[in-house]
């Protein structure tokens, strides 16, 4: 049974950093792309980043505002998401998805999803 786990969620402070973690278990995600999304009441799901589970390459949305970094070590199934620099617009529920289509940045490209993790921005 595939299985995502964000974490790392919680209250920053306007100016500071974010490093989510999505931990994979329960299959084999090699081939397969992990993604981080993020939605906030009313709107759709946004694309941040992808990255390719066995070869580490990587494909960002192309609003360099919501540019953040992607990196994964699969020894330790783990993907992570990270960004200096945090503004109020950042709040979010952020989100960690697993699908084979490479470079996707539609929330649809992804057949599994975790649960999320909210993430509030403020001074």
């Known amino acids: 049974q595939v299985k995502l786990v964000e974490s790392g969620g919680g209250w920053v402070q306007t100016g500071g950093s974010l490093r989510l973690s999505c931990a994979a278990s329960?299959?084999?995600?090699?081939?397969?792309?992990i993604g981080w999304f993020r939605q906030v009441p009313g709107n759709e799901r946004q694309f941040l980043a992808t990255?390719?589970?066995?070869?580490?390459?990587?494909y960002y949305t192309v609003s360099p505002e919501d540019r953040f970094a992607i990196t994964r070590d699969i020894n330790k199934n783990t993907v992570w998401l990270q960004r200096n620099n945090l503004s109020p617009e950042d709040t979010a529920v952020y989100y960690c998805?697993?699908?084979?289509?490479?470079?996707?940045?539609?929330?649809?490209?992804?057949?599994?999803w975790g649960q999320g993790t909210q993430v509030i921005v403020s001074s």
């Open positions: 998805a697993a699908g084979r289509n490479a470079y996707s940045d539609y929330a649809s490209g992804y057949a599994y």
């Open positions: 329960g299959w084999d995600f090699s081939g397969h792309w």
């Open positions: 990255i390719n589970w066995n070869t580490g390459d990587t």
